[in-house]
């Protein structure tokens, strides 16, 4: 049957607004059943959108759930305090400024609580921060004696769901530093003709803090191939992202980190990733197996007595999920236990008693989710990696 677009939007939609109905009158226990709902909408909502820009908005607002989701496992409800409000979030856009707020509204200065150790694999990302970044922080007088220049200028670029936004708050959270996180897309989208003052004023403000970082997520967007109708608006804005990127430089001690994603590498203008620009580009891939090792112990450790003494098995699972994301595993793990979930309310067990999240179930999940990572997809950046013509 075909996918339910609008139908699923609307119930998206709905589940969000109820979310933030019940969390607001300080009502968790229904808020969270309708942001868990919301969380698996708009899961669907970005593998079966057909345009690059829907995929990359509910990836986003999907990321942001979760951290409400995490928020309020925590016993913390956004919703109750605007200084608890998560990034991102659909739902908390109209914020107030307050003193010391960032002034183009990109900044952050509250660092995420994401580290590196969240990170599943990724190794040649992590490396490059950590010497580049961490490092001359931790232990300048070793960094600075063999290095003058500390900070990184990182172009990632792979299927989507692999970890590239992730990774990149896992940064931020390790620096705890200013950060801004900028969806080209969205800038293109908002401030039509504007865009180029915008990523202007954006590098400006970035310039008055000692350590920043800027993230630039779905760079390919400021990048339309030349002959196209969008070419001269994106070229102006390709144009200022380029004199604005060469200008950012660590003075001093300070440190400037600038990350791009994209998963559309090959669209990329060779401008953007040459030289003194983004000039250190990493694929960032599927899970290997020591990756997916670390989602399905995060998993099992996460409800352990759901496993526990289950025909499923952490091997098993390592196995079956060979060719998924990080997204996608986190996805298939959370159907298989809402299947799980629907067995104990549908057969009415007995307060207390409960079943456990059993192979049958994971299987079912694994079969219904659409993976949308194809063998195809894979090759092209196997051969962009080898830089072969595209
Ligand atoms: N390597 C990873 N380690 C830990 N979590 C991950 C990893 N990869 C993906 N995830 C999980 O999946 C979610 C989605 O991943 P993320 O948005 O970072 O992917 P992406 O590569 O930026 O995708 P896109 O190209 O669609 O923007 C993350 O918020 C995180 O929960
Ligand atoms: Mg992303």
Redesign the pocket.
């Known amino acids: 049957m075909a996918f339910d677009y609008p139908g699923k939007n609307r119930a998206y939609e709905a589940a969000l607004s109820r979310t933030k109905e019940c969390l607001s009158a300080d009502d968790r226990e229904n808020g969270l059943l309708f942001l868990e709902k919301a969380i698996s909408l708009s899961d669907e909502l970005r593998l079966n959108a057909a345009i690059a820009e829907f995929?990359?908005r509910f990836?986003k607002e999907n990321?942001s759930l979760?951290k409400i989701k995490a928020l309020l496992e925590e016993g913390k409800n956004p919703f109750l305090k605007k200084t608890q409000a998560v990034d991102g979030a659909p739902t908390s856009k109209d914020e107030e400024k307050k003193e010391g707020d960032s002034v183009t509204g990109f900044f952050s200065n509250e660092p995420p609580k994401t580290t590196l150790d969240?990170?599943?694999?990724?190794e040649a990302v992590k490396e490059q921060i950590r010497i580049n970044v961490l490092l001359p922080l931790k232990d300048p007088e070793l960094f600075y004696r063999y290095k003058s220049d500390a900070g990184a200028r990182i172009c990632m670029y792979?299927?989507?769901?692999?970890?590239?936004?992730?990774?990149a708050e896992a940064i931020a959270g390790e620096l705890k530093c200013h950060y801004a996180v900028i969806l080209v897309p969205d800038i293109l989208d908002k401030y039509v003709g504007e865009a180029p003052k915008r990523i202007k004023a954006i590098f400006e403000e970035a310039e008055k803090y000692e350590n920043v970082l800027l993230f630039f997520?779905?760079i390919d967007a400021m990048c339309s191939s030349r002959d196209s109708d969008e070419s001269t608006h994106t070229k102006d804005i390709l144009t200022t992202f380029l004199t604005c990127m060469s200008g950012f430089k660590p003075k001093g001690k300070s440190l400037k980190v600038i990350i791009g994603?994209t998963?559309r590498p090959w669209a990329l203008d060779s401008a953007l990733i040459r030289g003194q620009r983004l000039d250190t580009a990493i694929y960032?891939g599927l899970?290997d197996e020591k990756?997916r090792q670390?989602?399905v112990d995060k998993e099992f450790a996460k409800h352990k007595e759901a496993y526990e003494g289950s025909d499923l098995t952490k091997e098993y699972c390592v196995e079956a999920l060979d060719g998924f994301?990080?997204?996608d595993i986190?996805t298939i793990f959370e159907q298989a236990a809402t299947r799980t979930l629907r067995r104990v309310l549908d057969d009415k067990l007995p307060k207390g008693q409960y079943y456990k999240i059993a192979k049958a179930d994971f299987d079912a999940a694994l079969k219904a989710h659409h993976n949308p990572v194809t063998a195809e997809s894979l090759l092209r950046y196997a051969a962009f990696e080898k830089g072969m013509p595209q």
């Open positions: 995929q990359a990836a990321a979760r969240d990170v599943a694999g990724l792979g299927p989507p769901g692999c970890g590239k936004s992730f990774v997520d779905e994603a998963n960032v899970p990756a670390f989602f994301s990080g997204a986190k």
